[in-house]
T-cell receptor, first 114, second 114 residues
Framework: DTAVSQTPKYLVTQMGNDKSIKCEQNLGHDTMYWYKQDSKKFLKIMFSYNNKELIINETVPNRFSPKSPDKAHLNLHINSLELGDSAVYFC?????????????FGQGTRLTVV | AQSVTQPDIHITVSEGASLELRCNYSYGATPYLFWYVQSPGQGLQLLLKYFSGDTLVQGIKGFEAEFKRSQSSFNLRKPSVHWSDAAEYFCAVGPPTNDYKLSFGAGTTVTVRA
């Protein structure tokens, strides 16, 4: 069983479109994250949710809106997609928010905006 | 602000040879330190982590890392590389607080030749 699963794995879309990426974890964790990996492979945290509440928002444009319907899901909706949004987006989960815990990552969603 | 530097973008090593990946960090205090591996098409997997105590940390897959406070380094090593170790390796740091905000280095690509 996949611990953290993201769908879709690949997403190609045109500028201006709205798209969503779904993430689900079956580990019973209460904290979930979205990370963005740009073309230079830099990984940067975007959001973190703990028990469905937003705890980290790293100055991400308002076009990005995470939604956590329950502790096992954290979806990422992106409005008015721009070329610069092209990246690989990773979902992750962990037990708790302390640093002495391990984050489990999904396989990533490669988003290409054309 | 914390930052992570991985000086080597790409390393090629022969199967059976030893491997060392460098990681330097900049942070006001001793952060929590991590090494992640990303195999092609896969998510990130935690290899090992350092919080405190013994500065030589053992991880999975035969990897180890040594924390050197005086050099602000956390280098990853493996005595004998296997072809399956070909992957992208990321060093990451995080604040020792209840704020799971990892900062990643740019990654080092490891190629293993037969």
């Amino acid at each position: 069983d996949t611990a953290v699963s993201q769908t879709p794995k690949y997403l190609v879309t045109q500028m201006g479109n709205d798209k969503s990426i779904k993430c689900e974890q079956n580990l019973g964790h209460d904290t979930m994250y979205w990370y963005k990996q740009d073309s230079k492979k830099f990984l940067k945290i975007m959001f973190s949710y703990n028990n469905k509440e937003l705890i980290i928002n790293e100055t991400v444009p308002n076009r990005f809106s995470p939604k956590s319907p329950d502790k096992a899901h954290l979806n990422l909706h992106i409005n008015s997609l721009e070329l610069g949004d092209s990246a690989v987006y990773f979902c992750a989960s962990s037990r708790g928010t302390g640093m002495n815990t391990e984050a489990f990552f999904g396989q990533g969603t490669r988003l290409t905006v054309v | 602000a914390q930052s992570v530097t991985q000086p080597d973008i790409h390393i090629t090593v022969s199967e059976g040879a030893s491997l060392e990946l460098r990681c330097n960090y900049s942070y006001g205090a001793t952060p929590y330190l991590f090494w992640y591996v990303q195999s092609p098409g896969q998510g990130l997997q935690l290899l090992l982590k350092y919080f405190s105590g013994d500065t030589l940390v053992q991880g999975i897959k035969g990897f180890e890392a040594e924390f050197k406070r005086s050099q602000s380094s956390f280098n990853l090593r493996k005595p004998s590389v296997h072809w399956s170790d070909a992957a992208e390796y990321f060093c990451a740091v995080g604040p020792p607080t209840n704020d799971y905000k990892l900062s990643f280095g740019a990654g080092t690509t490891v190629t293993v030749r037969a």
